[in-house]
T-cell receptor, first 115, second 108 residues
C-alpha cells in the first residue's frame, strides 16, 4: 500500500473544464512533487514544493496550476487542457531537507484523459 | 543536463531466469533510486542506493558512483516481476531525473 494517496484514480474531462488533482501524505515529509508520464515514456518532473513553497517549476504551461495548502496536501488545478495533456500524473514526497537527499515515495497516480 | 541511459531497453525471460539491468549516468549524483512500474502504472520503490550494494529478497542493486553506473540484479524471476524498471538520479537537490527504462516480460 502506498503512503502517498492520489485522487481521483481516473479523470476524463473536456478541454473547457476545470478540475483538480489531489495528493496527500501523512509521513511528515517536507517536499512534494508533481510528475507527468506519457505512455511508454519515463516520468518527467513538473513542480517541486519545499516547506509549502514552490521551489521548482519546470517551465510548465500556465494551464497547470499547483497549490500546496499545507504540509500534507498538494493540488494540481487544471484548466483549458489540450488532448496532448492526457497522461498519468504522479505525486511524490520526500523527507530530504535540501542538504541531505532522501528517497522519493510515489502515489499510484491519476490517469487523465482530455477529450 | 544529465543523461540517464538504461540497458537493455527490452528483456524477455522465462520464469526462473536471472537478469542484470544497467543504468549509466553522465554526471555525479547525490541520489539514485530504482523503481518498478507495474502494468497498472504503480511506481514502486525498490532501492535507494546512491552508492554501495543492497539486497532485498530476490533483488539486489549495486551503484559505483565514481564510475557513474548502477546495476539491478533479479534472480529467479517470476511473472509478477514483469513491468518497466526505471533508475532515477538526483544530480542536485529535489530534481529526480528518470532513465529511459527497461521493459521486462517474464513468461511462465
Amino acid at each position: 500500500d502506498t503512503e502517498v494517496t492520489q485522487t481521483p484514480k481516473h479523470l476524463v474531462m473536456g478541454m473547457t473544464n476545470k478540475k483538480s488533482l489531489k495528493c496527500e501524505q501523512h509521513m511528515g515529509h517536507r517536499a512534494m512533487y508533481w510528475y507527468k508520464q506519457k505512455a511508454k515514456k519515463p516520468p518527467e518532473l513538473m513542480f517541486v514544493y519545499s516547506y509549502e513553497k514552490l521551489s521548482i517549476n519546470e517551465s510548465v504551461p500556465s494551464r497547470f496550476s499547483p497549490e500546496c495548502p499545507n504540509s500534507s496536501l498538494l493540488n494540481l488545478h487544471l484548466h483549458a487542457l489540450q488532448p496532448e495533456d492526457s497522461a498519468l500524473y504522479l505525486c511524490a514526497s520526500s523527507q530530504g531537507d535540501g542538504n541531505s537527499n532522501q528517497p522519493q515515495h510515489f502515489g499510484d497516480g491519476t490517469r487523465l484523459s482530455i477529450l | 543536463g544529465i543523461q540517464v541511459e538504461q540497458s537493455p531497453p527490452d528483456l524477455i525471460l522465462q520464469e526462473g531466469a536471472n537478469s542484470t539491468l544497467r543504468c549509466n549516468f553522465s554526471d555525479s549524483v547525490n541520489n539514485l533510486q530504482w523503481f518498478h512500474q507495474n502494468p497498472w502504472g504503480q511506481l514502486i520503490n525498490l532501492f535507494y542506493i546512491p552508492s554501495g550494494t543492497k539486497q532485498n529478497g530476490r533483488l539486489s542493486a549495486t551503484t559505483v558512483a565514481t564510475e557513474r553506473y548502477s546495476l539491478l540484479y533479479i534472480s529467479s524471476s517470476q511473472t509478477t516481476d514483469s513491468g518497466v524498471y526505471f533508475c532515477a538520479v538526483e544530480p542536485g537537490t529535489d530534481k529526480l531525473i528518470f532513465g529511459t527504462g527497461t521493459r521486462l516480460q517474464v513468461f511462465p
